[in-house]
C-alpha cells in the first residue's frame, strides 16, 4: 500500500488549499481514513478524519475551517482547508487503516490506529 500526499504550499492567513492523498496498491476499502500533522518541534497531531463511508472527526481548532473528504471510486481522501492560520504550518500526512474491523471512534485520532502513512506535504501559512 502506497500513499502519496499533495497540494501543499505557502499560502497567506485566510487563504485555502486543498490536499488529496492518493492511495494505491490495494482497493480503496479502508474503514478508517485520517490526516495528521506536525509541526517544527512538535508531536505529530491529529487533524481529521473519516471512519467509514462518512463519519467525520475533527480536532477542536479546525472544526467549521477543515473538511475531509474520500472519493473511493478515485482511491483518493481529501482535506480542504479554509481560513489558514499561521498556527496551521505544518508537514501534512495522511494515513490509513488496514483490514476490516472498523475502529472504535474515541481511536480515531490516536497514531495508532493507522497502519499505511504518506510521504507529507507541507503547508506554510504566512501572517
Known amino acids: 500500500v502506497q500513499l502519496q500526499a499533495s497540494g501543499g504550499g505557502l499560502v497567506q492567513a485566510g487563504g485555502s488549499l486543498k490536499l488529496s492523498c492518493a492511495v494505491s496498491?490495494?482497493?480503496?476499502?479502508?474503514?478508517?481514513v485520517g490526516w495528521f500533522r506536525q509541526a517544527p518541534g512538535k508531536e505529530r497531531e491529529f487533524v481529521a478524519a473519516?471512519?467509514?463511508?462518512?463519519?467525520?472527526y475533527y480536532t477542536d481548532s479546525v472544526k467549521g475551517r477543515f473538511a475531509i473528504s474520500r472519493d473511493s471510486a478515485k482511491n483518493t481522501v481529501y482535506l480542504q482547508m479554509n481560513s489558514l492560520k499561521p498556527g496551521d504550518t505544518a508537514v501534512y500526512y495522511c494515513?490509513?487503516?488496514?483490514?476490516?474491523?472498523?475502529?472504535?471512534?474515541?481511536?480515531?485520532?490516536?497514531?495508532?490506529?493507522?497502519?499505511?502513512w504518506g510521504q507529507g506535504t507541507l503547508v506554510t501559512v504566512s501572517s
Open positions: 494515513a490509513v487503516k488496514s483490514g476490516d474491523t472498523y475502529p472504535i471512534v474515541s481511536a480515531m485520532g490516536q497514531r495508532g490506529t493507522y497502519d499505511y
Open positions: 496498491g490495494r482497493t480503496f476499502s479502508s474503514t478508517a
Open positions: 473519516i471512519r467509514g463511508r462518512s463519519s467525520t
